[in-house]
């Protein structure tokens, strides 16, 4: 059997996006580059003391003050190694990937949700994005971006969207239908339904899918050291060539350090929070109405039997 050239018609389309989009992959790299180094920038702007007392007091007013008092441990240890650098600039890298990638992955669950066509097309795409090696998403990323912090990101971007717009799918196909009915009933448009019933209700499962796009964008922090990516994954990456274990645990557990902090925050974000929006207030209120009026409205005939 002829071999199928898979890999050369692949080739042949990354060229030709590499000569005929340039100016476009030149403005997303110009961009991209400016929001990560942006953000590092400002990270390291502030002394260490104020990051810390900032990342304390979110971790306070989101869950307790026992992640306040962890937050304020982990960071100081991470201080304590000499990995306060690399670290801010992974932690930018990270935010920045996870926020691009919330940015697309939600609208996409919506509109999927609501659309069965597009959730067709849409399925097999993300199996494949999901489960395509993250390696191999760096191999075009570097051929259009060059070495640095924009293919790095790129491919965290790719590698940790799957996970957003399903969640946000099934937030949204999960609000009971009941729900959405009496929310007609009241005349409420679509839109008006979206933004005051669906996406208040399904929103803990929305910050689920918020919750793994940035745990899977930290994971990628290893594999955008491999593009040159300046953070914790270059040094985990230089201790690999190395054979430096020491080194190689230290920039490990300072992800660890972060990763835990990020997923009890967004975990806490995620906690339901009660009626949040006016049209779900009404429209709850309205049902226990109807039901505590079905409860007393006992037949008159019933007063009168014996007991």
Known sequence: ???????????????????????????????????????????????FVGIIAILALIAWLLRSWQLAVGTIVSFVLILGLGLWVPTMQTLALVLVAAVLAVLIAVPLGIWSARNPT???????????????PAFVYLIPAIVFFSIGYVPGLIATVIFALPPGVRLTELGIR???????????????????????????????TIMAGVNQVIMLALSM???????GA??????????????????????GLAVVLIAMFLDRVTAAMG?????????????????????????????????????
């Not at 922090?221 to 593009?227: D, K, L, P, S």
């Not at 914790?232 to 020491?246: Q, S, T, Y």
């Open 271 to 307: 906690a339901p929070a009660g009626n949040r929006s006016s049209l779900l207030g009404i429209i709850a209120r309205r049902r226990d109405q109807r039901r505590r009026s079905a409860a007393s409205a006992v037949p008159a005939d019933a007063a009168l039997q014996p007991a």
């Open 174 to 204: 999960g609000v009971d239908s009941e729900t959405v009915e009496a929310g007609h009933a009241f005349g409420a448009t679509p839109g008006q339904i979206l933004r005051g019933v669906q996406l208040p209700l399904a929103m803990p």
């Open 1 to 47: 059997m002829p071999r199928i050239p898979l890999g050369d018609w692949v080739e042949t389309v990354v060229s030709w996006i590499q000569i005929n989009l340039e100016g476009v992959l030149d403005f997303i790299s110009m961009v991209v580059g400016a929001l990560v180094n942006g953000l590092i920038g400002a990270l390291l702007s502030v002394h």
């Open 118 to 132: 597009v959730r067709a097309v849409l399925k097999p795409v993300l199996d494949f994005m999901q489960t395509m």
């Open 221 to 227: 922090a290893v594999i955008a050291g491999m593009a």
């Open 230 to 251: 300046d953070g914790l994954g270059k040094i985990v990456v230089e201790a690999i060539a190395n054979v430096r274990i020491g080194q190689g645990v230290e920039a």
